[in-house]
C-alpha cells in the first residue's frame, strides 16, 4: 500500500489578458460601448462586473481545466457542481493488482494535532484497516472476480484522478462553497491553495473570494 497527499494540478495555459479581453468585449456587448475598448480597459471593466454581480459575462472567458488527486469521498463532493465537465480514474477498468498495491490519500486531519494519543489512535486505526482492504482486493482478483467486482471493497480513502473543467463562474461558486469554514476538510485542503493561486493568475475574477482558516 501507498500513502500519498492530496493535490492538484491546473492544466490550462492561462493567459490573463486574453481571458479579461474576452469577457470585456462580450460585457460591453451589452452596453455597446466596445469603442470604449483599450490596451489596459479590461481588468478594471471586469471588476466591475464582479462588483455588480453581472456574473453570466465571465462565463465568456475560456475554460479552466484542473486536476485533482484526492480520495474518492472527496470526489464524489466535487462531482456535485453538475455545470464543470469531468473525467476520472475509473475503479471498473483499473486493475490495481497489476501494481500490487492500492494508493490512499492521508486524512489531513489526522496528522495536524501534535502529542495527541487519540488522534494517533485514529490514524493507526486508518492504516489498518486500509491493509485489510488492500489484501482482502488482492485476494478477490487472485481468485478470479474483476476488477469491477473487487473493487466493492476498496476503500473511501482509494486515490482517484479527477480532471474538472468549467468556465469561471462555475469555479467561483465552487470556490464559494469549498473554502468554507463548513468544508470538509479534506475538500478545503484542496480548495483553499488553489483557490490563492487562481487569486494570483487571474485577481480580476477571484480577489473577492475570502479563506476563512
Not at 462588483?51 to 484542473?66: C, L, Q
Not at 493488482?97 to 502529542?115: A, Q, R
Request: hydrophobic letters at 40%; charged letters at 30%.
Amino acid at each position: 500500500m501507498r500513502i500519498v497527499k492530496a493535490g492538484y494540478e491546473i492544466l490550462t495555459q492561462i493567459d490573463r489578458s486574453a481571458f479579461l479581453k474576452s469577457i470585456e468585449l462580450a460585457g460591453r456587448t451589452c452596453y455597446k460601448s466596445e469603442d470604449k475598448i483599450t490596451e489596459e480597459s479590461a481588468p478594471k471593466f471586469v471588476r466591475m462586473l464582479i462588483k455588480r454581480g453581472h456574473e453570466a459575462m465571465i462565463e465568456h472567458a475560456p475554460s479552466i481545466s484542473v486536476k485533482f488527486i484526492c480520495d474518492r469521498g472527496v470526489s464524489h463532493e466535487i462531482v456535485r457542481h453538475r455545470l464543470f465537465s469531468f473525467a476520472q480514474e475509473s475503479t471498473r477498468y483499473c486493475n490495481y493488482g497489476k501494481e500490487d498495491s492500492i494508493i490512499v490519500i492521508e486524512p489531513c486531519f489526522w496528522l495536524h494535532v501534535p502529542n495527541s494519543p487519540k488522534v494517533s489512535w485514529m490514524n493507526y486505526m486508518w492504516v489498518e484497516l486500509m491493509l485489510k482492504a488492500e489484501d482482502a482486493y488482492m485476494k478477490l482478483l487472485q481468485e478470479g472476480a474483476s476488477p469491477q467486482e473487487a473493487r466493492a471493497v476498496l476503500p473511501n480513502s482509494l486515490k482517484t484522478e479527477i480532471v474538472v473543467t468549467g468556465n469561471v463562474r462555475e469555479w467561483r461558486h465552487f470556490f464559494k462553497l469549498r473554502v468554507a469554514k463548513e468544508a470538509h476538510p479534506q475538500m478545503r485542503e484542496l480548495a483553499m491553495p488553489l483557490l490563492n493561486e487562481m487569486k494570483q493568475i487571474l485577481p480580476e475574477i477571484f480577489d473577492d473570494i475570502e479563506v476563512n482558516e
